[in-house]
DNA sequence: TCAATATTAAATGTATACAATATGTATACT
DNA sequence: AGTATACATATTGTATACATTTAATATTGA
């Protein structure tokens, strides 16, 4: 297994929250894990820290990185602006053979979608919105974006619930947000596709909202005044 | 000499171009110049290239990052927003101390312009917007932010003439700015510190357009005519 | 002479051994 | 008993030797 197999499978490891916020990366244990030598894999865990995966501590090794209240807090506060801005320089700037890549990973969410898989929707859909980055083509954003789009998997999984027929509903939504937005794209409408990321985006929060805030459980006045 | 130092010293080389875009970054010269094994200097080199001071080709090394044309194009559709939302965050979070040490930053500033010492202006003035950075205290936007004053750093250098009288009046509105800026954080003005960012902002790029676009050299149509 | 291939030198990438640091446990002392 | 200190263990940090890859040069053939 080479580093950047490495670096994916520990990426998506976070993301799905197989690895939990806060879990400690032992090197020798990693090490062994992957059949590589400590000094390479120092070096992928380095490269996570970058991309905001991992925490280092100085001479008290790597961690998962943390999701406080605050960073919750700091999420919503900043990905409109970010997802927005990114929306509209992939509008302006795709390349044909980045619209077809799109379409591709479109389907390949739609049939997980269909399938019901939840770690297929997740690693898909991330798929989307990294491509989404690539096709705007701006490093000064992208390092936020991308950081962005990791917790955004991890906030998704946590306030998922498969079994939740709303669950699907918004499933629904959210691809029908995505092959409008493949729309907008190829025909460079940068309002559009602006107006859909704010949809896609209330979809998501309002999904977070739903658990975060959700109906008391149900209880009798009655047995309580007894 | 310690890992950090190390790290500070070469960030400080690229920003000041005297590490100039491209430059190839060799493991060998750099271990053996900071007298350090290779092992901790190659992990100080990828701590760079994951804050975009630096590049890294497979097999084939370091580089010091490059400024095309396209790069400086995207840095002035990006700067204004993200200088903008970092400076309304400042405002409504910067802590005592932090006002205090921007302050004092502030004051270094100053003696750097009176002195007339281009590193030194360089210098504090990058720790200033670094500062206002810290207060923001928004890591999704943190990277991106980091990424353009590193640039921000390089360009200013490109096109600044210490001789030019011009750039005297352009450093004293500079400074005014700062202290305007410090007094809108210190009373939480969110609206103040965006108007002045913008302002402070086209006033940097009034500086680069200014040797973009220079006046013409003199010539006689008399002479091309004959 | 030019092109293609083989060889060689120099750089990066990896493994491993050793050093420094932090944590946990045991023991001594108040 | 509780705290502090000393020691032991485990983990990270660094140096160095070795492997691999790249690039430059030399050599051979047409």
């Known amino acids: ?14 993301l799905t929250l197989e690895l939990e916020p ?3 990366l032992d090197e020798a244990s990693l090490s062994k894990h992957y059949q590589i030598s400590r000094t390479p894999l120092r070096e992928v865990l380095r490269g996570l820290a970058g991309e905001g995966c991992v925490e280092i501590v ?4 790597a961690y998962v990185s943390s999701m406080s209240h605050k960073v919750l807090r700091d999420f919503f506060i900043t990905a409109p602006m970010i997802y927005s801005a990114i929306g509209r320089l992939a509008a302006q700037n795709a390349k ?32 989307f919105h990294a491509l989404m980055g ?11 974006y991308d950081r962005l789009l ?9 306030f998922y619930r498969p079994r939740d027929p709303e ?8 691809l029908a947000h ?22 896609h985006w209330e979809l998501s929060r309002d999904l977070i909202e739903y658990f975060v805030k959700p109906d008391p459980l149900a209880f009798e006045m009655a047995a309580v005044n007894e």
């Open 58 to 61: 100085n001479n008290r090794g």
């Open 22 to 24: 806060g879990t400690a």
């Open 178 to 199: 995505h092959d409008q937005m493949i729309g907008a794209i190829e025909s460079g409408d940068s309002q559009a596709i602006v107006d859909l990321i704010v949809e």
């Open 150 to 158: 990791i917790d955004h998997a991890r906030i998704s999984q946590t």
């Open 134 to 144: 690539e096709m705007a083509d701006n490093p000064y954003l992208k390092p936020s």
């Open 96 to 127: 044909p053979a980045q619209i077809q890549e799109m379409s591709e990973i479109q389907e390949k969410f739609r049939a997980a979608i269909e399938s019901g898989s939840s770690a297929d929707m997740v690693y898909w859909n991330q798929c």
């Open 1 to 14: 297994m080479d580093k950047q197999s490495i670096y994916d499978d520990l990426k998506k490891r976070i």
């Open 167 to 174: 669950m699907s509903k918004r499933n629904i939504d959210a």
